[in-house]
């Protein structure tokens, strides 16, 4: 990629970047705070050095192309069929994918739909005096519906390491690049997860929420309003899911009390935590929340890697709401994974919560291949305040 940086009669920078970047990229011109700056030596200025040395120039186009800006953008793979050889067999592929690999998938899922709401519905409510007998068939309903989940994508996971156990004072931490992380992981164990709550059905985004179309008097908003208490009350709190709202500043101390209640209980299912606190584009791991590791407990890092040879399964719930993102996966070829079950990590002495989870997210790093960012995932759903902004971008003081 080739970026250069030019000054415009009226004195500003802009930069003119090829085709290969989106909208999304970052525009230097807001990095160069005029206050953070040193405005001249004798005549000579900052933005005339950049517009005159090739150096400054790349220098600052690598400062503002920053790791934070590359975490949550998808990166598509190069085109391969925009040749005279390729490009009908191109044709024959999406053919294939969308008139018969989609619609077996769509019946798959809909006869997986079927049969868990037949057998769930009387376990539910039929055994509410048989506690432990519920729990257990729930579980394995839960586990056999997200089955049938990842076969409607073709889904090939390589699990490595030994299977999750139930036992009390533990707890799980992954990575997190999609919603799809919890159904891969919960066909193999019956996750309880710490989930953000949805308007819509579980996985539409606000953003997809709020451009459904509220035609035939508001029965659209109705039937996800009832697919909602269906999912998130009934089912994934079978499970022992705990709720928050991001928005909540007073949910944070509910769900620190549920979390250790729920850690310390008998008969619970393994918790799984993504202290990344949002998706990411599974080549970086951001910061992670201390929350999961103030629990005075093990800690089982847990890595997950894709691979993007048929898909690209990274969810920008800024762009595309989950049911899109679902259609993205069951029109492609097939979901490529692997998961590692790493070995369990305790606090050590003179340890505090916050170097324990930069320990433990550098463990998940290695194994998955994932490059390290000092990067709030927070900062994804609200502009960074200036000053943080300058002290990312130091260099230009030192200059």
């Not at 059905?201 to 659209?220: A, D, F, I, T, Y």
């Not at 101390?253 to 310390?264: D, F, N, S």
């Not at 202290?275 to 629990?295: D, H, I, Q, R, S």
């Not at 990274?314 to 790493?342: E, G, I, P, Y």
């Amino acid at each position: 990629m080739h970026e250069s940086i030019s000054k415009s009669e009226d004195g500003k920078l802009y930069s003119s970047v090829n085709s290969e970047l989106d909208a999304d990229g970052p525009i230097i011109e807001e990095y160069l705070f005029s206050e953070s700056l040193p405005q001249s030596y004798g005549k000579l200025h900052l933005r005339d050095l950049i517009d005159i040395s090739p150096f400054l120039t790349e220098a600052a186009g690598a400062i503002v192309d920053d790791s934070f800006t590359r975490c949550f953008k998808s990166n598509p793979p190069e085109p391969w069929n925009w040749n005279i050889y390729l490009f009908p067999l191109w044709c024959c592929g999406v053919v294939v994918r969308y008139c018969i690999l989609f619609p077996i998938r769509v019946l798959t899922l809909t006869i997986g739909w079927i049969i868990f709401l037949s057998l769930y519905m009387p376990v539910h409510f039929l055994l509410k005096g048989h506690e432990k007998l519920r729990k257990k068939l729930e579980r394995s309903l839960v586990e056999l519906i997200c089955s049938f989940f990842v076969a409607s994508w073709t889904g090939v996971i390589n699990y490595h390491g030994p299977r999750p156990s139930m036992r009390t004072k533990q707890v799980f931490v992954a990575n997190h690049t999609s919603m799809i992380d919890f159904i891969i992981l919960e066909q193999m164990t019956a996750f309880a997860v710490i989930m953000q709550k949805h308007p819509g059905w579980v996985g539409l985004s606000m953003r997809g929420l709020r451009h459904s179309r509220p035609n035939l008097n508001g029965e659209l908003a109705l039937k996800e309003q009832v697919l909602l208490g269906l999912l998130q009350s009934t089912i994934l709190e079978s499970v022992g899911c705990i709720w928050f709202n991001r928005s909540e500043e007073k949910d944070r101390a509910i769900v620190t009390k549920k979390l250790r209640e729920h850690v310390h209980g008998s008969d619970n299912n393994p918790l799984l935590i993504f202290p990344e606190g949002t998706c990411v584009n599974n080549e970086y791991t951001v910061m992670f929340k201390k929350g999961a590791f103030e629990l005075d407990c093990p800690v089982c890092p847990v890595a997950i890697k894709y691979n993007k040879i048929f898909v690209d399964a990274f969810w920008n719930s800024r762009k595309q709401s989950f049911t899109t993102h679902l259609l993205q996966l069951m029109t492609s070829w097939a979901v490529v994974c692997d998961v590692w079950f790493l070995e369990p990590q305790t606090l050590r002495p003179g340890e505090t919560p916050i170097a324990f989870a930069e320990r433990v997210r550098k463990m998940i790093s290695d194994r998955a291949g994932l490059k390290m960012v000092p990067w709030d995932g927070f900062l994804k759903y609200s502009r960074p305040k200036p000053r943080l902004t300058e002290s990312k971008y130091v260099f230009f003081k030192i200059i």
